[in-house]
């Protein structure tokens, strides 16, 4: 529940403001890796999901709509590892447009500081 409590929270950080990414980013993070051991796994995914997941022999993919939570602990699962790569592909889309916000602040800041002749 605080998963999904941190990523509404992101959301609207967001929203209020454009530059403040980085709760953004780490709210996609958390939805990027899969993990399965017979120690732990791990898979989040909130809105869509579109994954790639290894299981030794079989490569599988799935997408999902909606909101998806499982952490296991102790769960004598296989050995697996996957991603999803529609978070994948928000993160590096977030990771360009932060630097264009950067970029975009710089020149800015070069305006103000530049005398009017």
């Known amino acids: 529940m605080l998963i999904y409590t941190y990523h509404i929270y992101a959301g609207m ?3 209020d403001n454009e530059e403040k990414t980085t709760p953004a980013l780490l709210a996609l993070l958390l939805q990027v890796p899969i993990i399965s051991s017979p120690v732990l796994f791990y ?3 909130t ?3 579109a994954s790639a997941y290894f299981e030794s022999p079989r490569l599988t993919g799935y997408w999902n709509i909606g909101s998806e939570y499982q952490v296991h602990l102790l769960p004598s699962f296989n050995f697996g590892i996957g991603i999803n790569i ?3 592909i928000l993160v590096i889309l977030l990771l360009k447009a932060r ?3 950067k970029s975009t602040q710089d020149q800015a800041k070069e305006l103000r500081a530049e005398p009017i002749a």
């Open 99 to 101: 630097k264009g916000f």
């Open 43 to 45: 898979k989040v995914s």
């Open 13 to 15: 950080a967001l929203v």
């Open 47 to 49: 809105g869509f999901a």
């Open 86 to 88: 529609f978070a994948l």
